[in-house]
């Protein structure tokens, strides 16, 4: 029986150059660069948050002709944001680590010919070729596979997670600047009021009527208030830019902000035991981490199974060199010896790396729910300050009219009005700080309990 090795080179090499990748040039330069930082059309945008899919993020419908709603802007973020887009990158080397995981070695062919020299007999030259394959890869295959599979899941939630934690800081900055835009008239009020008042004390201590103490005082109380106004512009235009960024605009556009009747407020009143009950399974970063700890332990039993001797079986096809040639078909095993190499090592990095998830997981677990103890704590307060501040207005606003009133007749002087009026502005911009702390608060506990709590805006 005859065979001829160099029939079959040109199908082979054709059938595995058939199933290759081919490469896709994708350079990185200025232009491909600003094609990806143009922000995508809002058509589109409204399209994707109608229909998105996310454990978190519920669907909403955009409407924008008079201004985004924090609702909005946080689903938006999640659609549209640099940041996340290149973190569920990710996903496609999850994907294909869970493709490696499930194929196996590729067997091996050697081909080997001798051609004798300067024999004085006629010779037939000697070839031999062998095909061989690891069968170790079998013992493992399973377990790799449910290692990857598990960790694509863990990164599938903690993607999921970032991403909604991108939603509730868009979200609670959207509403720290339609706050912080609802105290800037107060600020100003405050400014201008202070400086009239401050002139006044100036003319009165010009003409001897006011003492430098007085002068001083009203000179300072009137720099406080500027370098306030000026501290509450620039929040909001801090608050503004990280917004753009995380909706990939540039930092001089101004996204236009809805607000609603009121802010949004906790359903309703529920204790720490009800808001740690399912904990574990609700905060998508814990489950995340159960699935990574369920890929390393998966990872542990594949090097446990690794130890087992690595057997490669093969088949040789031969020809001497005698007239005519013998031809053989032989067999082969080989077998690793393990005296030095037992895949203790991977073993050993196996169970820390499983230990230190297990630890992970259990100080996160800890830290969850002690983060929610505490919010809990400091929003109790913040809404008895609340209440305290929302119970004096009245009597200010009454001081405040009843003075203006005095003013009109005659009955007060214009300082005596300017004080009231002052104290109702501080304490209506102290309502308003304590109303954002409280939002602030809340949407803490939202992500502390992984779980919206807050009403929202219906799809």
Known sequence: ??????????????????????????????????????????????????????P????????????FSPDEIAVMVVIVSPQLRALRDQRGVAQAQVMQAGILPNPSFNYEIDRPDAYPYPVATQYTWGLSWDTSALLTRHDNIS?????????????????WQAAQDARLRAFRILSLEQRLPIARTIEAELADSAALVRKAYESGEETGTGLTTATDAWTAAQDALFD???QINSERAALNLSLGLREDEKVRLKAGPAFPELAGEATESELLKGLEDRRLDLVA????YESEDA????????????????????????????????????VDIPIFDRNQ????????????LFDEYVARVAEARSQVGEILAELANARAQMRTTAAS????????????????????????????????????MQQSQLQQEVLELEVALEIATGRPLLNRTQP
């Open 289 to 292: 981490l159960h699935y990574g």
């Open 299 to 334: 990872s542990l039993r594949a090097a446990v199974k690794a130890q087992f001797p690595k057997i490669g079986l093969g088949l040789v096809r031969a020809r001497d060199t005698s007239v005519p040639p013998i031809y053989v078909w032989g067999r082969a095993v080989t």
């Open 147 to 163: 290692s990857a599979k598990a960790a694509a899941k863990s990164l599938d939630l903690s993607i999921a997670w970032q991403e």
């Open 56 to 67: 978190l993020v519920k669907p909403v419908v955009i409407d924008g002709r008079d201004g």
């Open 345 to 356: 090592a991977q073993v050993a990095a196996g169970k820390a790396t499983r230990q230190q």
């Open 393 to 428: 207005l009245p009597d200010l606003e009454k001081l405040a009219a009843s003075m203006e009133a005095a003013f009109k007749t005659g009955d007060a002087e214009d300082q005596a009005l300017r004080d009231a009026q002052s104290a109702l502005a501080a304490r209506q």
């Open 232 to 234: 509450l512009e620039n």
């Open 1 to 54: 029986m005859k065979f001829n090795f160099q029939s079959l080179v040109a199908p082979c090499a054709a059938g595995m150059l058939a199933g290759c990748s081919t490469y896709n040039s994708q350079p990185l330069d200025q232009a491909a660069v600003e094609r990806s930082l143009q922000p995508q059309p809002i058509e589109s945008v409204k399209v994707a948050a109608a229909q998105i899919h996310h």
